[in-house]
Every structure is written in C-alpha cells, then in structure tokens.
C-alpha cells in the first residue's frame, strides 16, 4: 500500500470530518463517490448527483433502488471498475456499506476501521456489511 494512498486518504478524511453535512453534497454517498472519483478519475454516483437535497429525497430514491443502498453501491461500482470483496479483508482505501443507528450507511476503510461520513464528523465503525476494492 503506497504512501500516496494513504496521504490521500487522510486528506479526504480531514475534508470530511471538516466540512458541514449536506444531504446531496456532504453525506455518506457523496463523501464516498468522491472518494472514489479522486482514486480513479470516475464518477461512481454520477446517476445520483443532484437528484436529492434531503434525507427524505435520499430515501426515495433507495426506495426505487433494485437492493436498496446495497444494490445501487454494487451496480454504481462496478461501473467504475471495483470489484466486491469480504469486508473482512478490505483494506484502507477501500469502500463499504456499514450499518448505523439511521440504517446503512456508505463509508471508507480507514487504517482503524470504517469511516462514514453522518452529522458534522466522521463515525467510526469497526465492521461492514459488504466492501468494494476500487
């Protein structure tokens, strides 16, 4: 694992952890898809982007999802090259689905855990529920 991985990394969490949530801008899919974006230069949550402003928009648009968040994780990823793995052998860098008191959540591995991004910081988890190399 490269050190330029790893200083990326840390800089798209500090970003996160910094930056106010906004449903559609700054929350745990776009933190993701930007992530994501910046590894390889292509847009996993392009379908999505500007389609919800609210929490309640964002569950519509699950709600329409063949899978729900699982689903739509899976079929946007795989557009962008990643391929699923145990979450149990992910690695920092790589993405995930995690479970939170508001349902699943998409998040990032981080060198201690998972990453989501929800309220004004980042949460940590220490398991996920399904994981995407990109």
Do not use: N
Request: positive net charge.
């Amino acid at each position: 694992m490269g050190t330029s991985l790893l200083a990326d990394l840390a800089r798209h969490c500090r970003a996160g952890a910094s930056t106010a949530f906004a449903c559609g801008a700054m929350d745990c899919t776009s933190w993701v898809a930007d992530w994501v974006l910046a590894r390889t230069g292509c847009d996993a949550m392009a379908a999505w982007r500007g389609r919800y402003r609210t929490r309640l928009g964002y569950r519509r648009l699950l709600r329409r999802e063949p899978g729900g968040l699982r689903g739509a994780a899976a079929r946007s990823l795989a557009t962008v090259g990643a391929s699923a793995i145990d979450p149990a052998l992910a690695e920092p860098g790589d993405v995930g689905i995690v479970l939170t008191g508001d349902g699943p959540a998409m998040a990032i591995r981080g060198q201690l855990g998972w990453l989501a991004k929800t309220g004004d910081g980042l949460w940590r988890c220490p398991a996920a529920v399904a994981a995407w190399r990109i």
